[in-house]
């Protein structure tokens, strides 16, 4: 009897250890519209920070193109606490300290009534742009992007009715080319946009950047109280996810992390508009690179700091929340980031050896009834 009690013990806990052990071998610019094809979205940047419940996206937008009419329109989470001026050197900042290796160096105006039947809530003058969030059934959203002068193709409409059926905010916005040349901005200038919103966890529409026969390029930087892990196991365990690719993401890989350095954290609290920015958060960099046609999900982050994808779509909140989160039980224990495998190791001996000695104690003490009886 107690050898088939070891055995039933060590099956099991032998099984844990080799499971281990083998897993360790943008929004941005996205919707962009114009009346014909002569535009190119430049490879996007985006920065996303959340800290007790609060959202901030900074992202710049700019294209490639000699369209003179040209707009977006991304899917937002949550009505806009704040769209503002975001901050003049952020971005390039994380792009220097995410890549060590050294490279080639608004007044707010009362809404107005829209002739379509969705509700504007927000208007915004950024720079050349001018922003509008507005809140509505898709085909509300798809009416009034079309009376104000947004060129919607097939695909751009279908999206669009996709992504109102996970939420009904989206934010609009119209390039002012005529204004940017006034300002002496030169094609391909970013505007950056710093967009402030109450949310239950991080959530990135990433499927927004895709256009049609492009390939999609993007820069995520992210700001959060805990390191970004790609899945519940190496988040748990304390292994590292930098190198690593997001399951079911195509071309979505975790390049770098770190806990916020003092000078970067300088560096962006010092920033036009960036005060909020703490200093005892993580950073993260991830790069997307993959087809357009590849590119058919949203991203979102996990109470637990696990990146989770969805189909775009899918109610910002779901992805990374409740019925997109955690697959391990709720006692699975967390090690700290980076911890040893050998500590792990450890870990799991302990747990044997205490597993065997409690199942010694319950023979022992079946044993004793038995004489007794």
Known sequence: MLQRLTLRMTI???????????AQSA?????LIAPDGDVRLDRASTLIAWHNGIEHYLTSFSYQGTEKNVGWIVPLPAVPEKIEDGGAWTLQRLNLESHPIPQPLFSVRAATTSSSSAQVLQQVQIEALNVTVIKGSGEEIVNWATQNGFFLNNETHAHLLMYAKGSPIFMAAKYNTQLAADRHQLEGDGVP??????TAHPWVPLEVLALDGQQVQADLYFLTDMPLN??????????SAVGSSVPGATGLQLQFQEKMPAQLYQDLAGDRNMSWVWPDSWFTYMSLNAPSEQVTYDLGISSDG???IAPFGTPPMDVGGQINGSNLPAWFPTFPINT????????????FVLGSVLLLRRWAKAKRLALAA
């Open 340 to 351: 040893p495998q050998w500590a792990l190791v450890l870990f799991i001996f302990a747990l």
């Open 27 to 31: 929004f941005a610019c996205g919707g």
């Open 193 to 198: 946009l710093l967009i402030t919103m109450k």
């Open 230 to 239: 790609t899945s519940d196991l190496n988040a748990h365990i304390g292994q």
């Open 12 to 22: 099991p806990i032998f099984a844990l250890v080799f499971f281990l052990l083998s």
């Open 306 to 308: 696990v990146i989770k």
